[in-house]
């Protein structure tokens, strides 16, 4: 299809073209142009010119009246904003069309149909004054979607030309500094891809939070993309690392499972072009992810794709026809917040200096803490009851609310994901935002003193009350590299990304003790001696636990939570023997009637093995070794996974006389030989606690067998040596190293009463 004067097809637009056509539908062309060959799906379409817009307001003499209303005009009385953004809107959809461009619409409407007798499109805005280095303009405009027939397509492109006049979009340019006169708007035509049947999202080539860009973050929803862009929905989410994605390897690093409680379909019953409706989604599909893991990953391919080629971070929006099954980007524009801050500027770290009673907790945006009163609006009409310095507390954001959202020290909704409007533009304001709470606007009331918190990882907190609090500069410049080799363990798994940004050679996970005493604020020990401890003590632990957010406090034995998780039916009155082998400590227990009966602990496990064979290979070979390098021998050829048979592996070391770098050849023999006093002792325990077990236990675990669970239950020779020492059927659980875990996660489950054993 040939362009016209007022009228260009996608494929013929480039980035060059932003002020012919606008951000939107420039880098869409762009897409469809240049990107298709490397395998990304764009939907067809066309866009009218700036030129077309402008010629459309100058003909009936709508640009002197608008610029003469808006002269005037004090864009922070909201009242009277929304007033004039009206009459100016209604002046737009009510005048006619050039003949020119109505002639060449018609035309390109025709060549988008092809031979089909009607298509479904979305009409989306797209201005020459938009996704530019320092404002993003980002939903400021309208888009409608499932437009069925030419006349719609009309009406819909009047309403997206009148949009440029909506409140926010006026009160926007104002603040950046846009005279009004020069932004200019386009309309794209596009095809609708039926993710009303399938599903849609928002992705980003970077971690919108901290700023990390090594991942892809992805969000994904049922229904129509507009939900999640709204936030009317709270999406799931997933996590890419893209080195892991270059290197072939299994790069989902996180997900987390969205309530996705409403979708947006095309409502076929409507002949109006805004054929589309609210449903709620099948509880069984709530619980579901809306992609799977090869999608996932497809889409984070695109992201890397388009990233590449546009050279900086993007905000992507994409969808997936539920017809075809495949996915297919929709738009794709610079991330405009994140990416412009520089590790040498200035940075605030707001840090909290106290706790408070825990109200409602979402999804942090931002690393700020805002307090002050609450102003609850249910919508448009409430905006001027929001005062400088009050917290913003509704269902979801409207764009329009722009004007006001700017006088709030902090954000609270009930549903949104961190793509989610409320989320971009409090980000752009650069105040606190906790989306996504479910209740707010339940638990929270008018003119309460609340603090909101989004400086302690994802989880953000609204306390009860004006916490303290205090904001320090911090200007690290370019950290050089340090010369040695430096490996941080962080107790908040949540602030991994932001961490990265300090020169290292990786981010792991300290211990578990550690992760907990972060996010309640006391050592397990002092959970798991609760009953024994001290009323003073016990009411502070009482107080931290509450204060972290928890209603309750159940405490689960580790070797109770194996069995669980090993899938032993412990409710029974039968007896059943765990061996947990875990980096600290081996427990050895017989449980029944869901506690223990019998229980040891013994320090013997995972460290203690690693220490063991750097003795031995001392003794053995005159060779000096590293515990890391003795772990892995104890995981390569020391365990009964993935090898089973006799396997050998090349050692590096020194040489324990001379010092001189020396190699030798292990094999999975000798590492038994070098664990085989640990294993002695484990298997001592083992006898041991059988023999306190009481008669009657003692015969259901000679039928059931003794079940191995932990990383040390992996070591070569121990289910046999455990078998010739008591005469039991001895096996390992599946995949032992997570059992603790599962088993916690499913006690949790049953003791909040949603799973039923």
Known sequence: MQQGRFVIPFSKLRMSDVEIVGGKNASLGELLSQLTEAGIRVPDGF???????????????????????????????????????????????????????????????????????QISVAVRSSATAEDLPDASFAGQQETFLNVVGIDQVFARMKEVFASL?????????????????????????????????GCAGVMFTMDTESGFDQVVFITASYG????????????????????????????????VLGSKKIEMVFDTDKASGRSVKVVDVPEAE????????????????????????????????????????????????????????????VQEKFVLLGKGEVLVTGRAIG?????????????PEQMH????????????????????????????????????????????????????????????????EVTVSCAEGDTGYIYNGLVPYEIKEVKQGELPECPVKIMMNVGNPQLAFEFQSIPNKGVGLARLEFIINNNIGIHPKACLDY??????LKKAVEEATFAAGAREVHLIEEPVAAAIGAGIDISKPCGNMIVDIGGGTADIAVISLGGTVVNTSIKVAGDDFDEAIVRYMRKKHNLLIGERTAEDIKIKIGTTYPLAEEEKMEVRGRNLVTGLPKTVTVTSSETEEALRECTGQIVEAVVSVLEQTPPELSADILDRGIVLTGGGSLLRGLEELIEEKTGINTMTAEDPMKVVAIGTGEFVEFMSGRKDY
């Open 224 to 255: 129509l993309g507009e939900t999640v862009v709204q936030g009317a929905v709270n999406p799931d989410e997933y996590f890419v690392h893209k080195p892991m994605l270059e290197q072939g390897n299994f790069p989902i690093i996180r997900k």
């Open 47 to 117: 866009a009218t010119t700036a030129e077309a817009f402008r010629v459309f307001l100058k003909e009936g003499g709508l640009d002197k009246r608008i610029e003469e209303r808006l002269k005037t005009l004090d864009v922070d009385d909201v009242k009277e904003l929304a007033k004039a953004g009206a009459e100016i809107r209604q002046w737009i959809e009510e005048a006619p069309f050039p003949a020119q461009l109505e002639k060449e619409i018609r035309e390109h409407y025709e060549w988008l149909k092809g031979d089909q007798e």
């Open 385 to 448: 009851l929001v005062q400088e310095g009050d917290i913003l507390v509704t269902d979801m954001t409207d764009p329009n609310w722009e004007p006001v959202m700017k006088k709030a020290s902090a954000i609270v909704t009930n549903r949104g994901g961190r793509t989610c409007h409320a989320a971009i533009i409090a980000r752009e304001l650069g105040i606190a935002a906790v989306v996504g709470c479910g209740n707010a606007t339940e638990i929270l009331k008018d003119d309460q």
């Open 286 to 345: 709530r619980k579901k992810f809306a992609l799977n893991d090869n999608e996932i990953i497809e889409l984070a391919k695109y992201a890397r794709i388009i990233e590449k080629h546009y050279g900086r971070p993007m905000d992507i929006e994409w969808g997936k026809d539920g017809i075809d099954g495949k996915l297919y980007i929709l738009q794709a524009r610079p991330e405009t917040v994140k990416s412009r801050q520089k590790s040498q500027d």
């Open 367 to 379: 690393q700020k803490i805002g307090s002050g009163k609450v102003k609850i609006v249910d919508g």
């Open 531 to 536: 009953p024994n401890l001290p009323e003073d």
């Open 165 to 197: 006049y909506n409140d926010r979009a006026i009160s926007y340019r104002v603040h950046k500094g846009f005279d009004h006169s020069v932004v200019a708007l386009s309309a794209g035509v596009q095809r609708m891809v039926r993710s009303d049947k």
